[in-house]
């Protein structure tokens, strides 16, 4: 059959694949290179993680920021970890930040530059410290909770914990407010095991997408007040908070994939049918 015999729903099915990949490529650059901003609708366990945190916290009480996830889970992550370190800071927490993955320091440097404007606000060692790495996991975790001077006895830098202001009351897991743990694994386990079943202290997870399904169950039974799962849980979050951010612009980008693939969908199904209809 020439080309000119050819239907349309014909030639659009031959048409290169390529053709759709770079259809593909240049819809995903688009809310990178001018941010879209779809509607975003907040799911309740997000919600719940925002409106904990507003409920529990009061100035003066101080909170753990678990990093649990790397460089490579930033995009998922970490738009969630920066909107919950700047809502402590607008009730008046003290924070203390320490993490169990590898790269630490990392995501420690990148979480203050992304909220520059607002850790400026604070001073070092009265508002907030970093602790580091602590190996051993859960064992590191459970030791923690009874005493954090037998893991840290300074901080980053070799300050002693005594000489930081706001550490000179604090050691066990019962000064803490609450813990807010972001993995790409299992370390929210360890600090429900470790610190929610024995002392009380409430939990909230931050983590990949795929993760949500596994913690589903604790936040549906109240163990975890609240999560935030993937650039999802960040997007809300961001709104929440009032301040859309990267991860406000990749739902964008997600948002106009699914569309792309839905056009797809519908098109190769109109064109099967009519392309059948001329056979018969």
Not at 55 to 84: H, L, T
Request: proline share 5%.
């Amino acid at each position: 059959m020439s080309e000119e015999e050819l239907t349309f729903w014909e030639k659009l099915a031959r048409i290169d694949r390529r053709v759709f990949y770079w259809i593909l490529f240049i819809g995903l650059m688009i809310p990178f290179i001018r941010p879209i901003m779809f509607p975003i609708s907040i799911s309740p366990s997000t919600r719940d993680l925002y409106e904990g945190i507003k409920e529990m916290v009061e100035p003066g009480d101080v909170v753990v920021m678990n990093i649990a996830f790397g460089v490579s889970a930033w995009p998922e992550c970490m738009p969630a970890f920066v909107s919950c370190a700047k809502l402590f800071i607008r009730e008046g927490a003290k924070i203390i930040i320490w993490g169990s993955y590898y790269d630490v320091d990392l995501t420690y440097e990148e979480l203050l530059r992304r909220a520059k404007e607002d850790f400026a606000k604070l001073k070092y060692g009265e508002d907030y410290v970093y602790l580091g790495y602590y190996p051993n996991m859960e064992a590191s975790v459970a030791q923690l909770g009874s005493s954090i001077r037998s893991i840290f006895s300074t901080d980053k830098y070799g300050t002693p914990l005594d000489e930081l202001p706001m550490m000179k009351n604090v050691d066990k897991a019962t000064d803490i407010k609450l813990v807010v743990s972001g993995d790409t694994g299992d370390c929210c386990d360890y600090y429900i095991r470790q610190w929610r079943i024995p002392y009380g202290v409430p939990v909230a997870e931050i983590g990949i997408a795929m993760l949500g399904s596994s913690y589903m169950p604790f936040y549906k039974s109240g163990v975890l007040f609240g999560m935030s799962v993937g650039v999802r849980g960040g997007a809300e979050l961001e709104k929440l908070i009032g301040e859309p951010g990267e991860a406000t612009i990749r739902m964008g980008a997600i948002n106009i994939s699914h569309i792309l693939v839905i056009i797809a969908v519908v098109l190769a199904n109109i064109g099967y049918f009519a392309s059948r209809g001329k056979r018969r």
